[in-house]
């Protein structure tokens, strides 16, 4: 996991932390809080044996350094047909 991806997970546990503290550890009614600690709960997980595939597949074929670049941890996200995979594309000034 790269560090910017590392700080924001952890200021998000940071926020739900807070959030859970201000409401003595009673977050019924509190939607903001819990789709907080969802999002934390995704970003931390494991990629899935498919995602896995789907990302290993979209190195193969779309990773050239300096033009399409995909980060270990991108994320991927899968439909019937196929997946999406998140990448980075080079644009010149």
């Known amino acids: 996991m790269d560090t910017a991806k590392e700080k924001l997970i952890e200021s998000a546990k940071w926020a739900f932390d807070q959030l859970n503290a201000y409401y003595k550890n009673d977050l ?9 600690k969802e999002a934390i709960e995704q970003a931390e997980r494991a ?9 290993d597949l979209a190195k193969e074929v779309w990773d050239r350094e300096g033009e ?26």
Request: hydrophobic share 40%.
């Open 68 to 93: 399409t670049e995909i980060d270990d941890d991108a994320v991927v996200s899968v439909s019937e047909n196929g997946a999406y995979v998140q990448a980075w594309v080079w644009v010149d000034a």
């Open 28 to 36: 019924t009614g509190r939607p903001d809080a819990l789709k907080l």
């Open 47 to 55: 990629r899935t044996p498919e995602e896995t595939h789907f990302f």
